[in-house]
């Protein structure tokens, strides 16, 4: 491979990819480096899909949205606290970014809903696969098509500064060998910080021994390259953790299970709260147990009209019984509070109203039916919304709101767009459009 580029990606999640393929199509010469020994980062691991409103996909099945509402929604599920600039251009350019990747064959032409969103604006792969693997075999295949340079298990340890610009990168092989590579502009794109407890911890105190729903390479080694270059950073303490996460193998279980009529009990055998509040408040109370953690109970029903459950049983640490004793038993819970629990969550149902804890959605099914399910959970980190700072145009911004020219950001190693709490199916959204503008900002600047 030649030692110069115009463009040097770092990381190959959705936001490198994204932004790779659009510099090379407005003529950059790029080169993707990858530290892992595999491609797609922690974008493999997305279920929900990509929001956008006002988009072709909601017209051809009727649903009026509106970018506006679209950014309403977002900013409350972010507690007031996302950057209203990036969260315009967000909502502004998310069509356009899912007509981006139609226009390359990725297809999200099914539409869904995630909490915090009152209008169906997910969108994800009609074939129902999970969004982040056919995002990233999609993107892959364009990579590929165009001939993009891509080193992996290589690490950017470096973003080399000279004459007041972005002049390269240092890079070390998995092999220990250092490389210096050439650039007019490099775009960091390395992710989230999740699996880094140490810098979790040193920001959230609070979240000491969590375990992690992300990839291993969610280290946010990209932060600490752009602060060395003098990047300001932003929310960095605003950590969202997962409710369901199952501890031995930090699998995700997804919030369909719930919202399928999966109920959450304590190690007693009673429900503590409403199971389909958001994923921050269930955390909080699931945490405030004494045991910490809490049992996801569902039966047979739910099972049968949820794929993911099978999936969940096949990985061998879902508790199964004949009925409710025996569950209990295995489960080491009273048995008499446990039906209790059940006849009044189950009465609830029939009355369509939850007494005791108010829940709202999902109260369609009694858990009656043999087998019963049960699966260990407790909280996980999930995304980090706090990241380096960048402008509208996705350049780096120093401690001065300054822009260092030549650097570039986009995905989760950004901060501020998500404010508190990010919604769901709003990471792939951010990924795609950030990416692609990155990819076309290094592309003009290493042209002028
Ligand atoms: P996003 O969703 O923002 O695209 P991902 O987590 O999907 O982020 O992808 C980020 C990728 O960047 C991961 O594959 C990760 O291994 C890679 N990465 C992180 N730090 C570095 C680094 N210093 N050098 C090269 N790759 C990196």
Same mark, same amino acid.
């Given at each position: 491979?030649?030692?110069?580029?115009?463009?040097?990606?770092?990381? #190959?999640?959705?936001?490198?990819?994204?932004?790779?393929?659009?510099?090379?199509?407005?003529? =950059?010469s790029v080169l993707i480096v990858e530290k892992m020994p595999s491609i797609g980062g922690n974008t493999?691991?997305? #279920? =929900?899909g990509m929001n956008a409103a006002e988009t072709r996909f909601q017209r051809v099945k009727g649903i009026n949205d509106s970018k506006e509402l679209f950014y309403a929604e977002t900013l409350k599920g972010g507690y007031g606290k996302n950057n209203p600039e990036l969260l315009h251009r967000f909502v502004e350019t998310a069509p356009q970014a899912i007509e981006w990747l139609a226009d390359r064959g990725i297809m999200l032409n099914d539409i869904t809903t995630t909490g915090g969103m009152s209008i169906d604006r997910t969108h994800r792969p009609r074939d129902g696969s999970a969004v982040g693997g056919y995002l990233i075999s999609g993107l892959l295949r364009n990579i590929n098509k165009r001939g993009i340079d891509v080193l992996m298990d290589t690490a950017v340890t470096e973003i080399l500064f000279e004459q007041g610009a972005v002049s390269g990168v240092e890079l070390l092989t998995d092999e220990n060998e250092a490389l210096t590579i050439h650039a007019k502009s490099v775009i960091v794109a390395t992710g989230g910080f999740s699996a880094n407890s140490q810098m979790v911890v040193k920001y959230r105190p609070d979240l000491d021994g969590f375990v992690t729903t992300n990839h291993k390479g969610a280290t946010g080694g990209g932060i600490a390259l752009l602060e060395k270059l003098g990047a300001g950073t932003v929310d960095m303490g605003e950590i969202q953790i997962h409710p369901t996460v199952e501890q031995t193998t930090s699998y995700l279980i997804s919030e369909s299970i719930r919202g399928g009529g999966a109920i959450l009990v304590n190690q007693k055998g009673s429900r503590f709260f409403n199971e389909m509040e958001t994923r921050d408040k269930v #955390?909080?109370?699931?945490?405030?147990?004494?045991?910490?953690?809490?049992?996801?109970?569902?039966?047979?029903?739910?099972?049968?009209?949820?794929? =993911?459950?099978?999936?969940?049983?096949?990985?061998?640490?879902?508790? #199964?019984?004949?009925?409710?004793?025996?569950?209990?038993?295995?489960?080491?819970?009273?048995?008499?509070?446990?039906?209790?629990?059940l006849e009044r969550y189950n009465g609830f149902v029939e009355n369509q109203y939850d007494e005791d804890f108010g829940r709202k959605t999902a109260l369609r099914n009694p858990i009656k039916d043999g087998p019963f399910y049960a699966i260990r959970i407790a909280p996980g980190v999930h995304h980090t919304m706090g990241g380096v700072t960048i402008n509208t145009e996705t350049e780096v911004l120093n401690k001065q709101q300054q822009v260092i020219p030549g650097a570039y950001a986009a995905g989760e190693v950004v901060g501020g767009i998500h404010g508190g709490n990010r919604i769901g199916g709003n990471a792939v959204a951010d990924i795609i459009i950030f990416g692609t503008l990155a990819g076309h900002q290094a592309a003009s600047w290493a042209k002028r």
């Open positions: 491979a030649p030692q110069n580029y115009d463009v040097v990606v770092v990381g #190959s999640g959705g936001a490198g990819l994204a932004a790779a393929i659009q510099a090379h199509d407005e003529g =950059a493999v691991k997305a #279920s =929900a #955390s909080a109370q699931i945490i405030a147990l004494p045991e910490k953690y809490a049992y996801i109970v569902f039966d047979e029903n739910v099972r049968t009209k949820n794929k =993911a459950a099978d999936e969940y049983i096949a990985k061998g640490f879902v508790v #199964s019984a004949e009925g409710p004793r025996e569950l209990a038993e295995k489960l080491g819970m009273d048995y008499h509070t446990f039906l209790a629990t």
